[in-house]
């Protein structure tokens, strides 16, 4: 088995491959990330899923893990948790480890490494010339060009950011479920905020998507990942390839090269 933890700043998703050699769908348990839990807690998750999984109880000793944060807070203490569970330390993602992409950006240490997670796993499957849409906490979109590296990307607020952000900034809007609107027009307030977000949102991301294919004079592959993603996949015209589980995948792969297990690019 092998083991990936992913925090993100609105959820964090424990996920469990049967095989780390194998890219079969991963068993995943998302928590909400705040407020921060103690190691017990998650070490009880994490023993829980791979006891749910396998059968196996308390801990596995000698169980592979890779650990990709965008929440440093919490970096430690979940480190311990996996630590005291698998036996040993997780690796951590982050761009000094050895992915088989090149990141041609400024300051490639800033770069997400969930997003880092993405451009791998694309890479695996398509190989050059796509484009990741990740519907999180954040909407980000990250390009890999012709030569098999990074070209950078865009980020613009998250599905839940803007429902969150209307309801708090404007007195007369109330806090909605985003669900999948039934039209672009809305009929109240209720459903003409979920058209705004979801159909703008579905929108953005077109648009950006046909200015970078202008700027770079070639066509982009289109893969969706991330919480939202299977909900936006009904508004994006672009034709495109449904991955919800691609970071979990990029981080089994990247850990699979570090680990000198396998060649995999």
Excluded at 59 to 85: F, H, N, R, T, Y
Excluded at 105 to 112: A, L, M, Q, S
Excluded at 155 to 160: D, E, T, V
Excluded at 206 to 224: D, G, P
Aim: glycine letters at 10%.
């Amino acid at each position: 088995m092998f083991l990936c933890i992913d925090i993100g700043n609105s959820t964090i998703g424990f996920g469990i491959f049967l095989d780390a050699n194998k890219s079969k769908k991963p068993s995943v348990w998302k928590i909400p990330t705040h407020p921060k839990k103690s190691k017990s807690y998650y070490k009880k998750i994490i023993a829980d899923l791979i006891k749910k999984k396998s059968g196996i109880q308390h801990s596995v000793k000698g169980l592979d893990s890779i650990i990709s944060s965008v929440v440093p807070s919490l970096d430690q203490i979940i480190i311990e948790a996996a630590a005291d569970i698998c036996g040993k330390r997780p690796l951590i993602l982050g761009s000094k480890l050895d992915c088989g992409i090149a990141l041609n950006v400024h300051h490639p240490g800033k770069i997400g490494p969930d997003r880092i997670a993405n451009a791998v796993a694309g890479l695996y499957y398509f190989k050059k010339q796509f484009a990741v849409v990740d519907f999180g906490t954040a909407t980000t979109i990250t390009v890999i060009g012709k030569y098999k590296d990074l070209l950078g990307g865009t980020i613009l607020p998250g599905l839940g950011i803007m429902q969150r952000s209307l309801h708090s900034e404007a007195a007369m809007l109330p806090s909605v479920r985003l669900l999948k609107p039934k039209a672009a027009l809305g009929e109240n307030t209720s459903s003409s905020i979920r058209s705004g977000i979801i159909y703008g949102t579905a929108g953005a991301v077109e648009n950006i998507i046909r200015n970078m294919e202008k700027e770079l004079s070639f066509r982009l592959k289109l893969v969706l990942t991330g919480g939202y993603s299977n909900l936006m996949s009904h508004y994006i015209k672009k034709e495109h390839i449904l991955m919800p589980y691609l970071t979990f995948d990029g981080m089994r792969l990247i850990y699979l090269k570090n680990s000198q297990r396998t060649k995999y690019i």
